[in-house]
């Protein structure tokens, strides 16, 4: 990808015990790493912007608040009723989000840059269906990668393959429905789409993640994928498919994928996320009645992604990995490979990645141990990325009454500052 708090749970605890004591036995020791120093990872927020996290965190923290609000926040931006988008902004969105535009978005790049992390830019526009808002979506992404093409922070671009083709022309696709003119000819203008964004991230010299979405349509995002990587891998990584290892096929795939690109003469790309829509892929599977394509529990899920990480990690030469999660013990794992293997950490296929806005624990001791990592900064109308907030929401309401994650380490941060 790059251009040519205190631990919260048990399993981590005991990793990173385990580092610590092998360092003090060894005299040299693991990675350069403390995920529980929060000194580092809220250095850039003032006390002010500090206490308003934690007034933010402690609101999302409530699961009726959240499933009111979320509603409530839809309906109105519907309504166009004039007082959300101020409300939304400078809230939740300034947490999440960089800017409503490229412009607007710079100075939080330039705050990451400070903090020697890079930037993952993207356009937040998702599910549409008009063939003005595709194009207006290929546009808004090929303009965010020239503004990364003379930004060395902004080394990549995200984009959704929804954003630009229409979601029951990719399900059909799927379902090996046969094609009409009209769908043959609308495939055709999707894929000249996906490869002008490819093409000029190529000329740039800016690499391009594609989301992965829902399973009923993710085998033809797969294959359109697969054909830019054909297309634009062959003498380095511009393009990453996306592996939502939460799939009990994912890792599989990945792997397949790596012996695809190997014959096919083409470097891989692969940006590693646990995965974003448990609960709709279950419940879809449950009414239609067929097997869940999910791990059946959260160990299996932490077992198939660390795998995926150690092969990435064991053939990185040949594949450009992203390690996209806010998994405290997924992310050692890999900076502790990394350690001990005396590969360098600033090596272009080794990257890691968080959202803005959380697990900055992560992100910034990453950063400041020398490892490459970026945040993804979404930007766009408050009113396209919407769908987007929600989901930031909900991931940050507590579990069984507990604090967040979020919650706790920006609370360790207030008392080390005594300001709590």
Known sequence: MKKEG??????????????????????TGGPDLDFSNTENAFASKTDAELKKAAWLFRLMNKPWLVSVGSKLGLAAIQLRLPFVDKVVKS??????????????????????????TFTALDYGAEAKESEEDFNKTMKETIRSIEFAAINESVPVVSSKITGMARFGLLQMIQEDKPHTDKTRAEYKIVLKRIDAVCHVARQKGVAIFFDAEESWIQDTIDHLVKVMMRRYNREKVVVYNTFQMYRSDRLKYLMTSFDEAQLGGYFLGAKLVRGAYMDKERERAERLGYPSPIHPNKRATDESYNMGVRFCV???????????????????????????????????????????????????????????????????AVKEVLPYLIRRAQENTSVAGDMSRELQLISEELKRRKLD
Not at 6 to 27: C, I, N, R, Y
């Open 314 to 380: 064991d053939n990185y030469e040949k594949i450009a990995l992203c390690n996209a999660t806010h998994n405290a013990e997924s992310c050692l794992l890999m900076a502790q490979m990394i350690h001990e293997r005396k590969l360098p950490k600033d090596h272009a296929h080794l990257n890691f990645c968080q959202l803005l806005g959380m697990s900055d624990h992560l992100t910034f001791n990453l950063a400041f141990a020398g490892f490459n990592v970026a945040k993804y900064v979404v930007f766009g």
């Open 6 to 27: 205190k631990p919260v749970d048990t399993k981590f605890d005991k990793l990173h015990q385990a580092l610590m004591e092998a360092k003090k036995a060894s005299g």
């Open 91 to 116: 809230t939740i969105f300034e947490q999440f989000c960089g800017g409503t535009t490229l412009l607007e978005s710079v100075p939080t790049i330039e705050k990451l840059a400070a903090q020697n």
